[in-house]
């Protein structure tokens, strides 16, 4: 299409529920078919359905059909329903906590090549009961655990760092960072949400430098509010001619964040808005080549 995206934008299919997709009142549904193919017409690269594990099977047949049909891709998804996810199952020792991971883990890397997504996703939930060098300890294992199970799938474990929730373990990019060297496995990388890691360290700049090495996933809310690109502070457009520069980019790059309004109107202004800054960075990385 001529007016293809030339970053690879993913829209969301609703990245809290899954009754607020990111086109809503464009597409005016929230069927994942309707909006698979509303952003085939626009020019984005894929789709984002973060909790598709959660979807009944005849929603996720019609979604592989739509994809399939529209040639587009899938973002990462969860390794967990939300109930399950937000449960300090990793920061736990032991078998137990190891046999349910694994008994959702191997779901979501079944659907995950079904859908052709390349990423299995995961929150570190942690606990006050249990000191957390202890969970720290845990996580790690189970992360080399489920790396491997990812690996021999030829997919990734994505591990998203923030502080949206109570006792979560990774709490700032450092902490992410020194949790996957001590993990130690290239299966399991890092998911760099701007809008998660302005809110934990303030500097989306200084925490890519620190993070670019481990970075498998990118993706783009503006601050403050989880807001579109462009209508907040952060400068993603110096932010995404680095990614490009660091050879991060070249996947999807997820959308996730809300509007400062619900209308259509401001969706196409997000999309017009995606339109201008693709400019910008290109721009800005031929600037970067002349000097």
Known sequence: MSNDLSL???????????????????????????????????????????????????????????LRQHD???????????????????????????????????????LANRVGSKTVEVVLQGTPDLPWLEQEKAAAEHMRRAGDRAAAAGLVIGIEHMIALPNLLLRTT??????????????????????HVQDMDGDIHAAWELARDYVSTVQL??????IAPGTGTLDLVRFLAQAVRDGKADGLIELEHGWTEASAAAEHSGIA???????????ALE?????
């Open 174 to 195: 450092e902490a992410a960072v020194s949790f996957l060297e001590k993990t130690g496995h290239p299966a399991v990388r890092l998911i760099f949400d701007t809008g």
């Open 273 to 283: 808005a995606l339109r201008r800054m693709e400019v910008e960075v290109g721009l």
């Open 72 to 110: 587009l891709e899938s973002g990462g998804i969860t390794y967990a329903p939300f109930d399950v996810m937000f449960t300090a199952l990793f920061a736990r020792d032991g078998r137990s906590a190891w046999t349910e991971i694994e008994r959702n883990l191997d779901r979501s890397i079944a």
């Open 8 to 66: 690879r934008f993913a829209p969301h299919l609703g990245y809290i529920t899954q009754t607020e997709p990111l086109f809503r009142q464009s597409v005016g549904t929230i069927n994942p078919a309707d909006h698979i193919a509303f952003a085939a017409q626009q020019g984005f690269a894929g789709i984002f359905d973060p909790w598709m594990i959660s979807r009944p099977e005849a929603e996720i047949e019609d979604l592989i059909s739509a």
């Open 221 to 226: 809310a503006d601050m403050p509010g989880r």
């Open 287 to 291: 600037s970067a080549d002349t000097k």
